[in-house]
């Protein structure tokens, strides 16, 4: 399968990259600087560009078959990044004809507000990260309008650190008993298994420890 991934330098697009080449598809890594995976493989292409770029994004989805959307905002705490660059992806997806559609939110979003904490919800969603967060519900509503073959994934906040057990998947709204944490291997892989794994087609699915 040929995927291209948007975001491909953070620290889940790069992983993502990797556990998907790994597994035998050819990726296309788009990123302002996409040369920062040091990576490369014979099935990897490099795509330098913006994702706020429209012309940019259409012309690089040009032959793909699936879109992997995990952009970041870095630092930036304010900014519409995130529903910028996923219409310009959306939108060139329907140009194309491409029609399975991956993007990577935030547990929190929408319905899945109900399993956060009263520190996720008033001291980081509700005050330090509200932009971000509200960037990421847009982003949501976009995808869900979109009319691809889309799956949304709703980590809780990443880790490096390994967690002992397994973590939940399709976590219903409501349920409270979580660590709210998940390394972002495991992230990485969740969303490589969507590429061929339909039964999350056109839900939002949240995972956490």
């Known amino acids: 399968m040929k995927?291209?991934?948007?975001?491909?330098?953070?620290?889940?697009?790069?992983?993502?990259?990797?556990?998907?080449?790994?597994?035998?598809?050819?990726?296309t890594a788009f990123a302002r600087h996409p040369e920062k995976l040091a990576l490369r493989h014979e099935n990897l292409t490099l795509r330098p560009g913006d994702a706020t770029d429209r012309a940019a994004v259409h012309a690089a989805m040009r032959g793909q078959d699936a879109a992997v959307i995990t952009i970041g905002a870095g630092m930036s705490r304010k900014g519409t990044v995130r529903s910028d660059a996923t219409m310009n992806v959306i939108q060139a997806m329907q140009a194309h004809g491409v029609r399975r559609?991956?993007?990577?939110?935030?547990?929190?979003?929408?319905?899945?507000?109900?399993?956060?904490?009263?520190?996720?919800?008033?001291?980081?969603?509700?005050?330090?990260?509200a932009p971000v967060f509200r960037d990421h519900e847009l982003q949501e509503m976009l995808v869900r309008a979109s009319g691809l073959d889309w799956t949304i994934v709703r980590p809780s906040a990443f880790t490096d650190v390994p967690v002992p057990g397994a973590f939940k998947e399709a976590v219903r709204p409501g349920d409270r008993a979580l660590r709210l944490k998940i390394p972002r291997a495991e992230v990485a892989d969740f969303l490589r298994r969507q590429l061929c794994d339909g039964r999350y087609l056109r839900q939002a699915v949240g995972i956490s420890y």
């Open 3 to 27: 995927i291209i991934v948007f975001g491909a330098t953070g620290t889940i697009g790069r992983l993502a990259v990797t556990r998907m080449i790994e597994e035998g598809h050819h990726v």
């Open 101 to 129: 559609l991956i993007c990577q939110s935030t547990l929190g979003a929408h319905e899945s507000w109900s399993n956060l904490n009263f520190f996720w919800k008033r001291i980081m969603f509700g005050a330090l990260l």
